[in-house]
T-cell receptor, first 115, second 115 residues
Framework: SQTIHQWPATLVQPVGSPLSLECTVE??????LYWYRQAAGRGLQLLFY??????ISSEVPQNLSASRPQDRQFILSSKKLLLSDSGFYLC??????????????FGSGTRLTVV | AQSVTQLGSHVSVSEGALVLLRCNYS??????LFWYVQYPNQGLQLLLK??????LVKGINGFEAEFKKSETSFHLTKPSAHMSDAAEYFC?????????????FGGGTRVLVKP
């Protein structure tokens, strides 16, 4: 069966420090991968999605970047964190291709607090 | 462009009472629709989905939703609320593109269950 792992679960980082959040998927090949953010009192915002290795699409201009160095690995990064980067970050995967009927499977999330 | 509107960011129900969460969508093509539940500091879990066929969809934990094309709605219901239903609920519509599907989420509805 497929599983998705996301770490760390919580992170407190000072302003200006770098960030690296990692997400890996097991039990499937060539998944679509996604990074979402939930800020306090706001909904789910799609940050990046990827349909393959080194194929990243950015949804919102920001201080963050994403990379997919391996088929089932998706990394969210920042060179210098801002206070506004605080939030709950969720990784998700879906079946590859233009299939809309499977939905997403989400990881357990990372709570990032920038201080 | 597709969009999802959830009426009411907060809903309070008594234990044993009906739970009704409203979701309206806009889509230029027949939609795939989803409801997710999120417990505090956790990822999103799929409750149910509508793809094709029967318009009344049953999901986990006693929830069901009905797709009404004429009303562009996909409201979520549960006949009798349980304390464990306290969570945030998200409605989503799937956007299928050649580059892969993307889910657009509503703003979420937080459910409080009173004893």
């Amino acid at each position: 069966s497929q599983t998705i792992h996301q770490w760390p679960a919580t992170l407190v980082q000072p302003v200006g420090s770098p960030l690296s959040l990692e997400c890996t998927v097991e039990g499937t090949s060539n998944p679509n991968l996604y990074w979402y953010r939930q800020a306090a009192g706001r909904g789910l915002q799609l940050l990046f999605y990827s349909i393959g290795i080194d194929q990243i699409s950015s949804e919102v201009p920001q201080n963050l970047s994403a990379s997919r160095p391996q088929d089932r690995q998706f990394i969210l990064s920042s060179k210098k964190l801002l206070l506004s980067d605080s939030g709950f970050y969720l990784c998700a995967w879906s079946v590859s291709g233009a299939l809309g009927n499977y939905g997403y499977t989400f990881g357990s999330g990372t709570r990032l607090t920038v201080v | 462009a597709q969009s999802v509107t959830q009426l009411g960011s907060h809903v309070s129900v008594s234990e044993g009472a009906l739970v009704l969460l409203r979701c309206n969508y806009s889509s230029s093509v027949p939609p795939y629709l989803f409801w997710y539940v999120q417990y505090p500091n956790q990822g999103l879990q799929l409750l149910l989905k509508y793809t094709t066929g029967a318009t009344l969809v049953k999901g986990i934990n006693g929830f069901e939703a009905e797709f009404k094309k004429s009303e562009t709605s996909f409201h979520l219901t549960k006949p009798s609320a349980h304390m464990s239903d306290a969570a945030e609920y998200f409605c989503a519509v799937s956007v299928v593109k050649a580059a892969g599907n993307k889910l657009t989420f509503g703003g979420g509805t937080r459910v409080l269950v009173k004893p």
